[in-house]
T-cell receptor, first 113, second 112 residues
Framework: SQQGEEDPQALSIQEGENATMNCSYK?????LQWYRQNSGRGLVHLIL?????REKHSGRLRVTLDTSKKSSSLLITASRAADTASYFC?????????????FGQGTILTVHP | NAGVTQTPKFQVLKTGQSMTLQCAQD?????MSWYRQDPGMGLRLIHY???????DQGEVPNGYNVSRSTTEDFPLRLLSAAPSQTSVYFC???????????FGPGTRLTVL
């Protein structure tokens, strides 16, 4: 079963606006990652936030993590048409040293020029 | 570095046929995995490997076999293809001790 559920399933905005996507999960995690997938391509890692972190930034990306609510959000500021893609959260649980991840269903983001 | 490569890009099979999806990485990653992606389902883990000679099942392993004879290669075998295996298949790899995964471009498989 899927660990993460993402909301909304689809998001349509204009260039320059901010985009916020949310991810909820069910069990305790070690870390949470966000990936981007352009149409017809593989996934590309964006950012990782550990369970003891609350917020992390990378360029125009801001990720928050609330372990008490078992949720995370990805904010893309000043969006561009090139940000059009599907965005997935992925969680890692357990004490293993390898990256066995569980992915959410994804949010489809469309940024109109 | 080529990163993670997958072949073929597209494949059409008939029910009952067998085939092997190829995956290779040139980053010396210990961990490799196979996912399938279906509409509305996200990615689901099929099999994974933490090193040469070591493989284990993921969430949806039925109908698939894997082996890992070298660090670089991790082929996925469909033993007897079924229409339910129509999907896009992704291979991914990472270093042990890190969780950031590098994905291949995918193989789009249709089983008629």
């Amino acid at each position: 079963s899927q660990q993460g559920e993402e909301d909304p399933q689809a998001l349509s905005i204009q260039e320059g606006e901010n985009a916020t996507m949310n991810c909820s999960y069910k069990t305790s995690i070690n870390n949470l990652q966000w990936y981007r997938q352009n149409s017809g391509r593989g996934l590309v890692h964006l950012i990782l936030i550990r369970s003891n972190e609350r917020e992390k930034h990378s360029g125009r990306l801001r990720v928050t993590l609330d372990t008490s609510k078992k949720s995370s959000s990805l904010l893309i500021t000043a969006s561009r048409a090139a940000d059009t893609a599907s965005y997935f959260c992925a969680t890692k649980s357990g004490g293993t040293s390898y990256g066995k991840l569980t992915f959410g269903q994804g949010t489809i983001l469309t940024v109109h020029p | 570095n080529a990163g993670v490569t997958q072949t073929p890009k597209f494949q059409v099979l008939k029910t009952g046929q067998s085939m092997t999806l190829q995956c290779a990485q040139d980053m010396n990653h210990e961990y490799m995995s196979w996912y399938r992606q279906d509409p509305g389902m996200g990615l689901r883990l099929i099999h994974y490997s933490v090193g040469a000679g070591i493989t284990d099942q993921g969430e949806v392993p039925n109908g698939y076999n894997v082996s890992r004879s070298t660090t670089e290669d991790f082929p996925l075998r469909l033993l007897s293809a079924a229409p339910s295996q129509t999907s896009v298949y992704f291979c991914a790899s990472s270093y042990t001790g890190t969780d950031t995964q590098y994905f291949g471009p995918g193989t789009r498989l249709t089983v008629l």
